[in-house]
């Protein structure tokens, strides 16, 4: 198939009727840097369309933004990566995703306008009976927040009440899904019945030779916070699950990502 044709279909066919030269090079970049599953340069299969020409305009957008950032994923070793394209997310409008919100009673207000940020809400109270803390307000893309059931759900059956968000929407964050709205940074949980915090900084024990789900930890509290990631991971909530296993930026937290369009989940 030619590159182009092949490139633009995919998402799903719908695009082709609009994609434009323009956008036809974007999805080229975008594939040639960052592949499709590992080392491929094939399209990527998502989700079964059609789109509508809101949802190919966002899809446009989010592609020309992304389209030149380095594939960090692949520069670490000891990555683990599936694929799947049932879980693969394609951005909605923002009346479709805020009215997934309304429906999974997602606590939030919308707000006008924060930088780059296609469909900003700020969250306003526990979701699913899990506090998100954070320093500040908590403002991410809707998409992100729609993600948030699923993620207490996955907290909850580990008996987490509460998580520290250290870090959420980060404008001025180069190459980073925090600058769009679509990163969470994770620093601490807590249960009712534990006596302290669980801090990722002190409580997660580093597994540098071993991929990261594969590992019993020996200690309760180490075993807790990685059977979290592994949790997130398997589940597809999030495209990307980043431990103190990946580099030492990310040795105080657990980065999650989600990646409209993308259909590579990443644990490491
Ligand atoms: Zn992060």
Redesign the pocket.
């Known amino acids: 198939m030619d590159r182009r044709l092949a490139a633009i279909t995919v998402l799903a066919p719908a695009l082709a009727a609009s994609a434009s030269l323009k956008s036809a090079t974007m999805f080229d970049k975008i594939i040639s840097i960052h592949g499709t599953y590992l080392e491929t340069t094939e399209p990527m299969e998502c989700g079964s369309g059609p789109l509508g020409p809101e949802e190919t305009s966002i899809v446009h957008e989010w592609f020309e933004r992304v389209a030149g950032w380095p594939n960090f994923r692949v520069m670490y070793p000891m990555g683990s990566w599936s694929m799947d394209v049932e879980a693969c997310r394609i951005p909605r409008p923002a009346s479709a995703c805020l009215a997934d919100l309304d429906a999974a009673g997602v606590p939030y207000e919308p707000l006008d306008h924060a930088e780059h940020v296609f469909t900003p809400v700020r969250i306003t109270g526990p979701v699913g009976g899990v506090t998100f803390e954070a320093w500040g307000d908590l403002v991410m893309d809707c998409e992100m927040a729609a993600r948030l059931p699923a993620f207490a759900e996955v907290l909850a059956g580990r008996d987490v009440t509460s998580v520290g968000i250290m870090?959420a929407h980060r404008p001025a964050a180069a190459y980073s899904f925090?600058a769009i709205g679509l990163?969470l940074?994770v620093n601490w949980m807590k249960a009712t019945h534990w006596q302290r915090a669980l801090w990722v900084k002190t409580d997660f024990q580093k597994t540098p030779d071993d991929y990261t789900c594969d590992v019993v930890h020996s200690t309760g509290t180490s075993r807790t916070l990685v059977g979290v990631a592994c949790d997130l991971w398997r589940s597809r909530i999030f495209s990307t699950v980043i431990t103190p296993n990946y580099n030492e930026g990310h040795a105080n937290h657990f980065?999650l990502d989600l990646r409209p369009g993308d259909n590579r989940f990443f644990v490491r």
């Open positions: 870090s925090h990163a940074d980065h």
